[in-house]
């Protein structure tokens, strides 16, 4: 079994009459530890991909099954339990908390998981010293680079030891340099088991995993796997980012 199955999945809205259909009759399988990225152009449907495969939204029609759990059955609260225990979500704009440090932006979801004071703070250092800043612990978000910044919010999002790690335009705000870096770990988290989704409308970006899906008109219109096709040199990133 897929650590991610979709099968069939439809995303239905009605808008002053009409139906409008943002995901189209998508099956999918994503397996532990692959790098894998979504991309799409705006209005494509890759977000609402995003947001079904994040269990942070639910399909019309079709099924969804997260690490074995069957998602349409699965109660308000156990949705909210398998989510927090099983994905950590990066984004675009870091989402760190300007009034804490490096380490409580890094603790919070620990605190929603009821896990005590001691452990999180031992899990967040350790984290923090995967992504090379555990000497930043006590500085704010205002204080860090804007790769620091994507850094903290990748080990917050490991902290709850997550088999996926979901990325929407990761690398978006970044320079050339420090987006090459974040995808550098995302390669290194996939190598060691954890399944990475990328999300993202640049194909000098998807170019960096494996294995790509590119969405249009809410389907599923194109899929490469580089192992399968035996390529086995990933090219290397060029980058469309901003701030440096």
Do not use: W
């Amino acid at each position: 079994m897929a650590l991610l199955e979709l099968r069939n999945v439809s995303k239905i809205y009605h808008l002053g009459g009409e139906e409008i259909r943002a995901l189209d009759d998508v099956s999918l399988d994503l397996e532990q530890g692959e790098f894998v990225s979504i991309i799409g152009p705006s209005g494509s449907g890759k977000s609402t991909l995003m947001h079904i495969l994040g269990c942070l939204d639910s399909p019309t029609r079709g099924n969804v099954v997260l690490a074995g759990t069957e998602i349409a059955r699965a109660s308000a609260r156990e949705l909210a339990r398998v989510r927090n225990r099983t994905i950590g979500f990066v984004f675009q704009f870091f989402n760190l908390l300007p009034k804490l440090n490096v380490l409580q932006n890094v603790e919070l979801p620990m605190i929603y998981a009821g896990i005590g004071g001691k452990e999180r703070r031992e899990r967040a250092e350790k984290a923090l010293e995967m992504v090379e800043l555990g000497h930043r612990l006590k500085n704010r978000p205002n204080q860090l680079s804007g790769g620091q910044q994507q850094r903290v919010a990748i080990a917050r999002a490991l902290v709850n030891n997550p088999k996926i790690i979901l990325a929407d335009e990761p690398t978006g705000n970044l320079d050339t340099h420090t987006g090459e870096l974040i995808l550098a770990l995302f390669r290194r988290l996939a190598s060691e088991g954890r399944t990475v989704i990328l999300v993202t409308h640049n194909p000098e970006i998807a170019a960096v995993t494996p294995r790509r899906i590119e969405i249009r008109n809410g389907k599923i219109a194109h899929q490469v796997d580089a192992k399968l096709a035996g390529l086995d040199r990933l090219p290397g990133a060029a980058h469309g980012g901003r701030n440096p």
